[in-house]
């Protein structure tokens, strides 16, 4: 067998285990082909749909980047038992993968990426698309992905794919260690051939790790939650991943602690449970925002306390403050000086919890001051989704129209912009897979291919819910070309285009650190003295771009909502008609994108200049700086 041919067949036999489920690791491959993996691995995958049907299924895309974000889409779906490979061709092919790669390391989803590279043998130096240094010959663009993967390595001769290939199944299906892993391989070392032991096709069974809490630092966390008199879960996105939902619902109804998600943890508990309290952070909820505030123990499980979750450090103000951290990585369980680190699954530790506080209630006071925080901000929630009748409806009121029209079961997708915000204060989860937000890269782009490779992780369990993709005119344009991969194949996705004419979320921000949106809006660029060098992209009409014309051009159905007083009820039956389809639909409104959703009193850091002849500047610098005095060591 050629190298490409024995890795496709390789990979093909992978199975991920994971208690009472067993599914294939990799179900298929994305690729676009270029004279770096044509002959290679685009070969290998010809021959094992000739001969073999599907083997490895092969999937056209449209741009590298976006196989990647299905890729991730896909994994999220199958609590990251399983994900795509994508094989690209050497230099442009293969850095249009770069993003994609850091995208799913930082949100520690697994991706397979056959990154193709230049001769081994170097017998044609340089190539086409090849880089020259001087000073390192052999480097070349596939080197860009060594610190954006968890895994990476390059097959320089034939013989060592197979420890290469079983080291790269180790990571991808690591829960600790799971993100980006790359496989560099040569353009001449894919169709070199090789004997191959039959051992190295056969099935093969990797079994997701659920490591169990030791006895030790479980009986230390128990004993600081004992003696907490104000407790505060943050779920995050190994909740999700472990399954762990049902187990986090039974402790938290048994002990009454109440609950604040991540980005990447809402659904871990519908949104109407009492013990609920919505997003936590910068962008979460006041409910949940003023318990955090005054917690004395913090359970976070699996979450990687990020800025927005933590409001930059700002959000749990108890000076005496400890963290107990729930983690099957130990990287993210001694966050913040914690001391009482539970190095474990999480539903396993949740089991663990469960027995062990079986006689444990928070503080009566306590549940009464959360259950009215969620009371009052659901109020808010409420009165944000109230139509106003305006010609241009705000985001909040396009997101209340939208879920209105959702099923239970769906999912919404989104990434960037003000999006992710606006989602985690007011969106309601009502299914555990329902809330899809990537952001930990947030990056503008990866909704509707994010969204895609959703919808085929909702295909592949046998799963018909329908996949909402909301989206900015901003993010939009940056990728959306994986709509002719929606129509190539009939996939059913809808995708929600919110056009505000420009950057809505960096020009919110900016108004905020005093730089007065500059920069932000989409508009025809004006010169005052006809020189094009001072040009001012802030006074000039709203450029004519049809994103609606756009969408349609590639064959999808486009259903076009003209500003009025009611575009929200032809939003709502917009979605129902997209969800009656066959294929994708994109529904298209403009909105008002000075239509705020509430306060939720977080904060971010984004650091204003110290010094400044702007007079807006100024101001917000003196703000920043009051906020700054907020912030804390978290040390442990």
């Not at 994109?586 to 010094?611: K, L, N």
Request: net charge negative.
């Amino acid at each position: 067998m050629t190298v490409s041919q024995a890795l496709v067949e390789f990979l093909a036999h992978q199975w991920t285990v994971d208690g009472d489920v067993r599914e294939r690791t990799v179900p298929g491959m994305f690729g676009i082909f270029g004279h770096g993996n044509v002959a290679g691995v685009g070969q290998a995958l010809l021959q094992a749909n000739a001969t073999q049907p599907g083997l490895m299924p092969y999937f056209q895309a449209r741009n590298e980047q976006a196989m990647v974000h299905q890729s991730v889409g896909y994994a999220r779906m199958h609590r990251r038992r399983a994900t795509y490979a994508s094989t690209a061709s050497v230099g442009p092919g293969a850095a249009n993968m770069l993003t994609g790669a850091a995208l799913a390391t930082a949100n520690r989803m697994p991706a397979l990426l056959l990154v193709s590279d230049t001769f081994a043998t170097r017998v044609a130096d340089p190539v086409l698309q090849q880089l020259e240094h001087p000073h390192d010959i052999g480097m070349q663009v596939s080197d860009a992905f060594r610190p954006l993967s968890r895994f990476f390595d390059r097959v320089q001769r034939p013989e060592q794919l197979f420890s290469i290939a079983l080291a790269a199944m180790r990571v991808l299906t690591d829960p600790a260690e799971t993100g980006a892993v790359t496989i560099a391989l040569p353009e001449d070392v894919q169709a070199e051939m090789m004997d191959v032991p039959v051992e190295f096709l056969a099935d093969r069974e990797w079994h997701v790790r659920r490591p169990l809490p030791e006895r030790g630092p479980l009986e230390r966390a128990v004993a600081a939650i004992r003696a907490a008199k104000r407790l505060m879960i943050v779920a995050g996105g190994g909740v999700l991943y472990s399954g762990a939902e049902e187990a986090l619902r039974s402790l938290v109804e048994a002990t009454g602690i109440p609950v604040g998600t991540t980005q990447a943890g809402g659904g871990s508990l519908t949104w109407d449970h009492p013990q609920n309290l919505g997003g936590v952070g910068a962008t979460g909820s006041a409910s949940a925002n003023r318990i955090a505030a005054s917690a004395d123990v913090v359970i976070g499980i699996g979450t990687r306390y990020s800025d927005f979750t933590t409001s930059s450090r700002t959000a749990f103000q108890d000076p005496g403050v400890q963290f107990v951290n729930i983690n099957v990585a130990s990287f993210d369980a001694y966050k913040h000086g914690s001391q009482l680190p539970v190095i474990a699954d999480a539903r396993e530790a949740l089991t663990a919890l469960i027995a062990d506080l079986a006689d444990y209630r928070v503080a009566p006071a306590h549940a009464r001051a959360a259950a009215q925080a969620k009371s009052a901000w659901d109020a808010m929630v409420d009165a944000a989704f109230e139509p106003s009748g305006a010609d241009l409806p705000g985001q909040p009121e396009i997101i209340g129209a939208v879920q209105a029209a959702m099923d239970p079961a769906d999912v919404v997708v989104q990434a960037a912009g003000s999006l992710p915000g606006d989602l985690q204060k007011l969106w309601r989860p009502r299914d555990p897979l329902g809330y899809h937000v990537e952001y930990a890269f947030s990056c503008m782009g990866y909704e509707i291919a994010g969204g895609l490779g959703v919808k085929r992780g909702t295909v592949a369990a046998g799963d018909d819910r329908d996949v909402v993709v909301m989206v900015g005119d901003g993010s939009y344009l940056m990728l959306h070309t994986e709509l002719v991969t929606a129509v190539a194949e009939g996939i059913k996705l809808i995708v929600v285009i919110i056009q505000n004419q420009g950057y809505a979320s960096i020009g919110h921000l900016s108004e905020t650190v005093g730089s007065q949106r500059f920069g932000t809006r989409y508009r025809y660029a004006q010169s005052p003295d006809g020189n094009p060098l001072h040009a001012d992209f802030e006074r000039g009409e709203f450029l004519p771009v049809d994103l609606a014309a756009n969408a349609r051009s590639y064959g999808v159905d486009v259903i076009d909502i003209a500003p009025g007083p009611d575009s929200l009820a032809q939003l709502s039956a917009a979605v129902g008609t997209a969800k009656t389809a066959d294929g994708p639909t994109v529904i298209h409104i403009h909105s008002d994108p000075f239509r705020y959703a509430p306060e939720g009193d977080g904060w971010w850091d984004v650091p204003v200049s110290e010094v400044s002849a702007v007079e807006s500047t100024r101001t917000a610098r003196a703000e920043y700086e009051q906020q700054q005095r907020l912030q804390r060591p978290l040390l442990g």
